[in-house]
């Protein structure tokens, strides 16, 4: 078991180096849009979904990763091994540390390629149709590469004439081209009835006669936030809904609401695409005229007239912004809705008018009292504090944005009345800062309500809400450098100190495996991370923060959650 988690620890690695290199703190915007190289060897019309990579030095971020996740290597001992060069080769067949190691299995130092999933590779496994992806790496010495492979295989790989190949390992057989400057491969996973299936598909996509992905407006359109030039990409991810079409046209199994799911969204949402570079990284959602018009139901264009971030102190908490365009947000989630779905779009609608008959008010009582901003903050430094006394001792504090004051201030006791007269627990009222308030206290936990300036806000205790409104601004997030994440136009955003995180990371077990990441090392440098997600006339964009720093925080703890499984395993498992 622990001898086949090695390819999985080796692209770990691999990853690692990258996410290691990814801490970015700022804006995604600006002018790019040039893409992974891979896209100009694709056909526009027939790619589905592209995962591609640039390692623009594979050594060096072999070697960034192999220092990121050198406790996990003591999960196997044959992972171990990648600590040292000769180890590498005796392992791998090779050394990733070096670009001669590299060049000696025909790829060479700057490894580039990726996982493509077109409409034309469509073959049966079993009883059922299916997608099967092709592999593609840009390779300098293709018999070099087939020595290796044989080597790491333990068998011989046979390869067929002709321009498309077929490929045998232990009797299963694959398909080989030449696409470009790139290696094309399916993989050897296959029985002669599904390799002959395939072949003329394989062969339509070697032969690349269609029109290059790379000059495709909506390929464009979803990076065009990707930098170009010096900033190079390591790693993209592309899926357009449109050449999904030509796939059902293959796979008559598909039942007939997929079709209409695929073709509804499509003309909406025909795009998307995120990219990571060693600074930056970014997604978007492009949309059509129909797409942005149904975006615009959902969420509010107008400017934010909140500042969310002056109800925080400047260290220790986590803050989620969302923003939502009540007037139209029903008629906007029905029409999330495709056809044919067996759901009635008018039923979404029905919950608008529950959801008014449980609080007492209409829905135009509620759109007419709150802008639709709102922000849940919480104290992250009394995480471990609710975890060993309860839910109650967590800080917290929920903020909601009123469009008017007065229609506020007349509906919130009307709502607590009518839900105490159907069996929730009365509220009581009290004064904060010489405003009217409410408590409630509800399964042992309290919540004290009250109005402050354009802000509903909610909170443990009538103390911790008048501390976050009595702090000194300049003790405060307000007008902080990523402050933008809570009180800018955006549809949802993060910001968070992840210094408590760190600091509980370093009491549990296997700490020096969580610790020992290069992400967390970038996180202890600079412990603030925001991103946003704004809407613009291109659709839904990423638009800032630090993601790959926040990727390795979370990949650095599923590691050391997989570390510790694995060490309950005997070594015979």
């Known amino acids: 078991m622990k001898r086949a988690l090695v390819p999985l620890v080796i692209l770990g690695v691999l990853a690692a180096g990258v996410l290691a290199a990814s801490h970015y703190r700022g804006s995604a915007g600006g002018q790019g849009g040039a893409g992974p190289r891979l896209a100009s060897a694709l056909d526009a019309t027939h790619t589905i979904v592209v995962l591609a990579f640039q390692l623009d030095d594979a050594p060096r971020r072999f070697a960034e990763g192999l220092a990121a996740a050198n406790e996990l290597l003591s999960v196997a001992p044959e992972a171990a091994k990648l600590r040292d060069p000769q180890g590498r080769k005796t392992l791998l067949g090779f050394d990733p ?251 979404v609608l029905e919950a608008r008018s529950q959801l008014g008959e449980h609080l007492g008010v209409s829905w135009d009582e509620l759109q007419s009292a709150f802008a639709g901003q709102a922000m849940l903050a919480v104290d992250l430094t009394t995480v471990m504090q609710a975890g060993m006394a309860g839910p109650g001792a967590l800080g917290w504090i929920v903020a909601l944005s009123a469009r008017d004051r007065a229609r506020l201030d007349g509906l919130v006791p009307r709502i607590l009345e009518h839900l105490a007269k159907h069996g929730e627990p009365a509220a009581e009222p009290l004064t904060v800062r010489g405003r009217k308030g409410y408590k409630l206290v509800i399964e042992g936990l309290t919540i004290v309500i009250a109005r402050e300036q354009d802000l509903l806000l909610f909170a443990p205790s009538q103390s911790a809400l008048e501390v976050a409104l009595e702090r000194p601004t300049a003790e405060t997030l307000r007008g902080a450098p990523l402050s933008d994440a809570l009180d800018g136009d955006v549809v949802f955003g993060q910001l968070m100190d992840t210094s408590p995180l760190v600091a509980l990371a370093r009491m549990a077990p296997g700490a020096s495996m969580l610790l020992g990441a290069g992400a967390f090392a970038a996180l202890e440098k600079e412990p603030m991370l925001a991103y946003a997600l704004r809407v613009d006339e291109r659709g839904l964009a990423y638009v800032g923060g630090g993601p790959g720093a926040f990727a390795g925080l979370w990949a650095s703890f599923v590691a050391g959650g997989v570390a510790a499984f694995l060490r309950t395993q005997t070594p015979g498992e």
């Open 97 to 347: 540390g070096s670009a001669e190691g590299w060049r000696s299995i025909g790829l060479g130092p700057e490894l580039e390629g990726g996982v493509v999933v077109d409409a034309r590779l469509v073959t049966r496994k079993g009883q059922e149709r299916t997608v099967v992806p092709a592999l593609l790496l840009r390779v300098a010495d293709r018999e070099r590469l087939r020595v290796w492979a044989e080597a790491r295989a333990g068998s011989r790989i046979e390869l067929g004439p002709g321009a498309v190949a077929s490929v045998k390992v232990r009797e299963r057989l694959g398909l080989l081209c030449t696409r470009g400057a790139y290696l094309a491969l399916i993989a050897p996973d296959l029985d002669e009835a599904a390799q002959a299936e395939l072949r003329p598909g394989f062969e339509a996509f070697c032969a690349g006669a269609g029109p290059p992905l790379a000059g495709a407006a909506d390929f464009h359109g979803a990076l065009a936030d990707a930098p170009a030039g010096a900033q190079p990409i390591l790693g993209a991810c592309y899926v357009q809904l449109a050449a999904a079409a030509p796939l059902l046209d293959r796979l008559p199994e598909a039942p007939p609401q997929v079709r209409q799911a695929l073709d509804y969204y499509r003309a909406r949402f025909p795009a998307l695409a995120s990219f990571v570079t060693p600074t930056r990284t970014g997604f978007r959602l492009t949309t059509t005229p129909e797409g942005a018009k149904l975006l615009a139901q959902l969420f509010p264009r107008d400017k934010n007239r909140t500042t969310f971030s002056q109800l925080l102190p400047t260290k220790g908490w986590a803050a989620y912004r969302f923003s939502l365009h009540l007037p139209t947000l029903w008629e906007g989630l029905a029409q999330l809705v495709p056809p044919g779905v067996g759901v009635d779009p008018a039923r």
